[in-house]
């Protein structure tokens, strides 16, 4: 088990929609940092897919968990993770490498993407760059998912 969350979109401070809010805010900073990946652009948030290429990197922000045990239990609903059926989940949270701005290693949870990535536009330079806070919407990042799903099949 790790201490430690790298979060690269709306789990970052000022990210965080209002239902996660409470639960973010009980991550404790520890440093910028990168992981091996591609960043794609999921509509109103982003998805973190591991690509062995050292020039694809993923960037954000590493946090110490609380000793509150629920924190991370918030987290994987939020993300639409259920660790009983990964394989159904939306995104799939695992322990990896992330490298600090400083040069140093942590081992930490990150919630990658589960799902098909063709035709999904990936970001540029491996950062996520929310929209302007009033367009945030108050749903989990599974509930808006599944909400674009149908949409797209209407």
Not at 3 to 21: C, S, V, W
Not at 98 to 119: D, I, S
């Amino acid at each position: 088990m790790s201490d430690y969350l790298f979060a690269y979109g709306t789990l970052k401070p000022g990210h965080a929609p209002g239902e996660i809010g409470e639960a973010v805010g009980k991550l404790k900073p520890v440093g910028k940092g990168s992981i091996r990946g591609v960043l794609y652009d999921l509509g109103e948030y982003p998805g973190a897919v591991v690509d062995p290429s050292p020039t694809k990197r993923v960037f954000g922000t590493v946090f110490r968990l609380s000793d509150d045990e629920k924190v991370l239990r918030e987290l994987d609903e939020y993300e639409g993770f259920d660790p009983n059926a990964p394989d159904k989940s939306l995104f799939v949270r695992s322990i990896h490498p992330v490298r600090l701005a400083t040069g140093r290693t942590l081992q930490c949870w990150v919630y990658f993407w589960n799902q098909k990535t063709e035709g999904v536009r990936a970001l540029p330079g491996g950062r996520y760059q929310q929209a302007a806070p009033t367009r945030r919407i108050r749903r989990t990042t599974a509930a808006r998912a599944k909400a674009s799903r149908v949409s797209a099949r209407q």
